[in-house]
C-alpha cells in the first residue's frame, strides 16, 4: 500500500520572485478595491463596475494561486497545468488591468468628489498592471527556456 505525502507547506515560494510577486498582486488588488469604493459615486457606473470586478477577480485568483503554490497543491492536480493556466489568466489580467486603468483615467476629471480616491484607484492600476505583466513575462521566460530547440536536419 503506497503512501502519498499530505499536503505540504512551501516558504520558498513565498521568499521566491514569484510568490512576492503573487504578494503584491493581492495587496494591490485590495487597495484597489478600498479606493473605487471611495470614489465611485460620479455616474461612471459602468466604468467602476468593470474596474472592480478586473480588480476583485485579479485578487481571488491571486489568492487561490497563492494557496495552490504554497500548499503545493499543484502535484495532486495532474489534470490541469497548473502553471500553464496562471500564465493564460496572467496574461488576460494585464490586458484587463490596463483596460480598466485607461478607463478609469477617463473619469478623474468627471465631478470633485472622490477624485483624489480614483486618482490612487489608477495608481494603484497601474501597478497592478506592471505587477501581473511581470507575472505573464516571466511566465512567458519559463515557458520559453523549456521548449527544447529543434535540431535542423543537414539533408
Known amino acids: 500500500m503506497s503512501t502519498q505525502a ?24 485590495l487597495c484597489g478595491i478600498i479606493c ?40 495532486f492536480c495532474t489534470f490541469i497545468n497548473c502553471f500553464m493556466s496562471a500564465f493564460i489568466t496572467d496574461v488576460l489580467f494585464t490586458i484587463l488591468y490596463l483596460i ?4 478609469m483615467i477617463i473619469t478623474i476629471g468627471g465631478c470633485r468628489y472622490g477624485q483624489v480616491a480614483r486618482i490612487f484607484a489608477v495608481l494603484f492600476g497601474v501597478c497592478g498592471t506592471v505587477v501581473v505583466g511581470l507575472m505573464a513575462l516571466f511566465g512567458y521566460q519559463t515557458i520559453r527556456s523549456n521548449q527544447s530547440i529543434p535540431k535542423s536536419d543537414p539533408a
Open 6 to 29: 499530505a499536503v505540504t507547506l512551501d516558504t520558498d515560494y513565498l521568499k521566491s520572485r514569484q510568490g512576492l510577486l503573487r504578494i503584491g498582486e493581492a495587496i494591490i488588488g
Open 36 to 75: 473605487i469604493s471611495e470614489g465611485a459615486y460620479c455616474g461612471y457606473g459602468g466604468i467602476y463596475s468593470f474596474y472592480n470586478t478586473v480588480v476583485v477577480s485579479t485578487l481571488i485568483i491571486a489568492i487561490l494561486l497563492l494557496i495552490v503554490y504554497v500548499l503545493n497543491l499543484q502535484r
Open 100 to 103: 480598466a486603468t485607461i478607463l
